[in-house]
């Protein structure tokens, strides 16, 4: 008795919800033949706009579910390329069917694709730095944070346009970065295939050496122009544009543009990468003689650089670049070192953002000339110091990062010792 009650009042249930879930929206149900949207589906078959189903046919004859109706209209939704009529007459269809097309999970790949077309990704940073007192440097500890979004939208299967907007405050002061309380558009740029390349247009990320794990010698740094990335193996990269003076870490004014041509060579195979380029960079400012000419003697100069990365095993690679620039230094009171930079490292592990525990280890030396480099990329060695380098990057969870850097060196040109303590914090979503 007890059992049967209970298998009663259970199918009871079952029966209840499945009958209050189809009358909302049932997809296995006829759509009468003198509903609007035949005649509406009709006219986008005509138009070209959907293909009807699966095999390419419209059986207008038929009798169609609300199933295969929002199939079609999921088809049609994915188009971009309709009239305003058209575009009109799918809007009213995706309202009618919206049950079908969302409740039920009807899915066409197309349209989930155009349905997410934009992404946003980013993250949080909180850096410190900490030198020992010294002429230049003194012993203050800097804390900065960053606030990065990055954009990604699909305009189609082979283009995106991608943006970054970043937003900097002073740790130490709790106030904005340099007095500036706004959000910086960092990058807009257009990537696709163009001319059998990989495509940039706007204002990206430059890097040297990309195919290396230990490049950025030379700089990593934004600047506005296009880029082109021939080839598989052997990759050839073209990029040619202007950049900011202020980014270039040697000069650091703002009052003009300068032009930047480089072309880039890089070959993997194997255990082994290499890479090799020259890299051109000429003030545009007419009569300036406070910045870019002071700092490297003249209006132009051209910087060669090579490296390498060899997987010494599973978990050590060594590399290494150098670069040598064709400035004098002594037209500008330099130390001939600061015509050449190089940096090796050796590397164990690497911290991998999804693995929660996974961390790299690194111990380099590094000269970095100011004559030979633009805008490095290295934590603790920076333009016009030559030292040791020791760093390590934690996961403390997935997409948490801890990383630290300990340098220990001194200016290349007036011998003085450096030390300096880089720390960061970063949450990447």
Excluded: C
């Excluded at 193996?233 to 000069?251: F, M, P, S």
């Amino acid at each position: 008795m007890k059992k049967t009650l209970i298998t009663a009042i259970t199918t009871a249930l079952v029966v209840g919800a499945a009958s209050t879930t189809f009358a909302a929206a049932n997809p296995f149900s006829d759509v009468p033949s003198d509903h609007w949207s035949y005649d509406a589906v009709s006219q986008l078959a005509k138009d070209g706009v959907i293909d009807g189903y699966g095999d390419g046919t419209y059986r207008g004859d038929q009798k169609i579910t609300r199933y295969e109706m929002a199939q079609m209209v999921a088809k049609a939704m994915a188009k971009s390329d309709v009239s305003a009529a058209d575009k009109a007459m799918i809007d009213k269809l995706a309202a009618e069917y919206a049950d079908e097309l969302n409740n039920l999970g009807v899915r066409v790949s197309n349209l989930e694709k155009k349905s997410d077309n934009v992404k946003f990704t980013g993250l949080m940073r909180l850096d410190g730095k900490r030198y020992n007192n010294s002429p230049v440097h003194n012993d203050d500890t800097v804390g900065t944070g960053l606030l990065r979004l990055e954009v990604n939208a699909a305009v189609n299967d082979n283009w995106n346009v991608k943006a970054r907007l970043d937003g900097q405050t002073s740790l130490n002061q709790d106030k904005a970065l340099n007095g500036e309380d706004k959000v910086t558009l960092k990058r807009i740029y257009a990537e696709g295939p163009l001319f059998g390349a990989d495509t940039k247009v706007g204002k990206f990320g430059a890097f040297d050496n990309e195919s290396l794990t230990n490049g950025g010698l030379i700089i990593d740094t934004d600047l506005t122009g296009a880029e082109f990335i021939f080839g598989n193996a052997l990759k050839t990269k073209v990029t040619y544009g202007r950049l900011d003076t202020e980014d270039i870490a040697n000069i650091g004014y703002s009052t003009s543009a300068a032009d930047y041509a480089a072309i880039q060579f890089g070959y993997t195979a194997g255990k082994v990468a290499l890479g090799a380029g020259y890299t051109h960079l000429k003030d545009n400012a007419s009569g300036n003689t406070t910045g870019f000419t002071n700092n490297y003697g003249d209006d132009k100069v051209g910087i060669w650089n090579v490296g390498f990365d060899y997987a010494l095993s599973k978990d050590f690679t060594f590399g290494g670049e150098y670069a040598s620039s064709d400035a004098d230094a002594k037209d500008v009171g330099y130390n001939s070192d600061e015509e050449k930079a190089y940096s090796a490292q050796l590397t164990y592990k690497g911290a991998k953002s999804d693995v929660a525990g996974s961390y790299g280890l690194w111990a380099a030396y590094r000269s970095i000339g100011e004559l030979a480099t633009i805008a490095p990329t290295y934590d603790g060695a920076e333009a016009g110091l030559k030292g040791y380098e020791l760093g390590v990057n934690y996961m403390l969870d997935k997409n948490i990062m801890t990383k630290v850097v300990y340098f220990d060196g001194s200016e290349i040109t007036s011998d003085t010792d450096i030390k300096k303590v880089f720390g960061r914090l970063e949450f990447a979503f």
